[in-house]
């Protein structure tokens, strides 16, 4: 079935540790992003990337990065400078940046720092 | 940059009533979407309704229909009929041309329907 896969679904990392969330597609959709959730502040946009090789930071970039080197992958890693990283992650593509596309999300990821 | 604001952040319905979501946007483009996206218990979202801003009907799937008032940049979901499955926490969402394929997200409605 074509999907959005996302791992692991469960994360914990000591402080100061580097982690990488990966993000899989298989409906050939260009555009890719991530999304953290926490409650009370809906959904904010980390970076997205509308076609390999190039991505863009959403409005929370910093202490995160990404790559898209593959179309069908987009990982991202929280890295040590992200101060509060505790967080549901969620990762969604969608078939081009046209403002009609739906957004397809995968299950998410949860991240907790010890 | 565009504003998108959920100002309840929980609301309960019994089982076979109709329950209404607000949302409200701020933006100064003239071409955009909206959405309604769900988030069950399971975490999955899945998108309920889109309105293009151009048209004047409201959307309507099935249970699920929209209030959009353009002038007054209001754009609530009403679910007919609410069913156990309708518990989920409901985001509102924007999308406007000049976004770069950026959704912007309302901050959510958690919705629970009593049997």
């Known amino acids: 079935d074509g999907g959005i896969t996302q791992s692991p679904k469960y994360l914990f990392r000591k402080e100061g540790q580097n982690v990488t969330l990966s993000c899989e597609q298989n409906l050939n959709h260009d555009a890719m992003y991530w999304y953290r959730q926490d409650p009370g502040q809906g959904l904010r946009l980390i970076y997205y990337?509308?076609?390999?090789?190039?991505?863009q930071k959403g409005d929370i970039a910093e202490g995160y990065s990404v790559s898209r080197e593959k179309k069908e992958s987009f990982p991202l890693t929280v890295t040590s400078a992200q101060k509060n990283p505790t967080a549901f992650y969620l990762c969604?593509?969608?078939?081009?940046?046209?403002?009609?596309?739906?957004?397809?999300f995968g299950e998410g990821s949860r991240l907790t720092v010890l | 940059a565009q504003t998108v604001t959920q100002s309840q952040p929980e609301m309960s319905v019994q089982e076979a009533e109709t329950v209404t979501l607000s949302c409200t946007y701020d933006?100064?483009?003239?071409?955009?979407?909206l959405f309604w996206y769900k988030q069950p218990p399971s975490r999955q979202m899945i998108l309920v309704i889109r309105q293009e801003a151009y048209k004047q009907q409201n959307a309507t799937e099935n249970r699920f229909s929209v209030n959009f008032q353009k002038a007054a940049k209001s754009f609530s979901l009403k679910i007919s009929d609410s069913q156990l499955g309708d518990t989920a926490m409901y985001f509102c969402?924007?999308?406007?041309?000049?976004?770069?394929?950026?959704?912007?997200f309302g901050e959510g409605t958690q919705l629970t329907v009593n049997p």
């Open positions: 933006t100064s483009e003239s071409n955009y979407y």
């Open positions: 969604a593509s969608r078939v081009d940046r046209a403002v009609t596309g739906e957004l397809f």
């Open positions: 969402a924007f999308c406007g041309e000049t976004s770069g394929s950026r959704l912007t």
């Open positions: 990337s509308q076609i390999v090789n190039d991505f």
